[in-house]
């Protein structure tokens, strides 16, 4: 079974500071994909970037940037130039295909950003 | 891209009682999902449907649970006999393809009294 490993329960950043989010999983498969979600308080779930394992490069989008380490099965979220709407719980989450296409999602991070 | 439309947004129902929570698909999404959502917990998968049929189910989706697509529009979930456990966020997901991003709805808050 795959398993999604958030290991920072809450974080809080600065204002217009970086912060990064740690994400570990577990799996045998090699082809996987790796998705990091960000939950507002409003509860949408709004997807914040993606990752397919057979790249090596590291997927960015604006600010939010991941760092994937695949031997070390590790998938970490860099927000850069934090903004106050930042302020969400992040959820890393994993997809496999041979295992169906759901989604497994780890316990999620609380990032508070302070003015 | 395009959000997914969820109804109700709210959903409050007496143990027992059976609800459907409805999903609006768009027109080039062929897979979507159920995912659910305890207050405080992590997101859960529940089923996933692709050309009308489950493609898959968790553990959770048991035969309280069904999905259909019965006017090859709308998505559903039906919970027949809620519980008091049963109450939680449901968001429905849907995607281009097999291995493409989910993208989720606002969700249904269900609360079972």
């Known amino acids: 079974a795959q398993t999604v490993t958030q290991s920072q329960p809450e974080m809080s950043v600065q204002e217009a500071e970086t912060v990064t989010l740690s994400c570990t999983y577990d799996?045998?498969?090699?082809?996987?994909?790796l998705f990091w979600y960000k939950q507002p308080p409003s509860r949408q779930m709004i997807l914040v970037i993606r990752q397919e394992a057979y790249k090596q490069q590291n997927a960015t989008e604006n600010r939010f940037s991941v760092n994937f380490q695949k031997a070390a099965k590790s998938f970490s979220l860099k927000i850069s130039d934090s903004q106050l709407g930042d302020t969400a719980m992040y959820f890393c989450a994993f997809m496999t295909l041979p295992s169906g296409s759901r989604l497994t999602f780890g316990e999620g991070t609380q990032l508070t950003v302070n003015p | 891209e395009p959000e997914v439309t969820q109804t109700p947004s709210h959903q409050v129902t007496q143990m027992g009682q059976e609800v459907i929570l409805r999903c609006v698909p768009i027109?080039?999404?062929?897979?979507f999902y159920w995912y659910r959502q305890i207050l405080g917990q992590k997101v859960e998968f529940l089923v996933s449907?692709?050309?009308?049929?489950?493609?898959?189910k968790s553990e959770i989706f048991d035969d309280q649970f069904s999905v259909e697509r019965p006017d090859g529009s709308n998505f559903t979930l039906k919970i027949r006999s809620t519980k008091l456990e049963d109450s939680a966020m449901y968001f429905c997901?849907?995607?281009?393809?097999?291995?493409?991003?989910?993208?989720f709805g606002p969700g249904t808050r269900l609360l079972v009294l």
């Open positions: 027109s080039n999404h062929l897979y």
């Open positions: 449907f692709y050309n009308n049929e489950i493609s898959e």
């Open positions: 799996t045998s498969e090699n082809n996987y994909y």
């Open positions: 997901a849907r995607g281009k393809g097999e291995s493409e991003t989910q993208y």
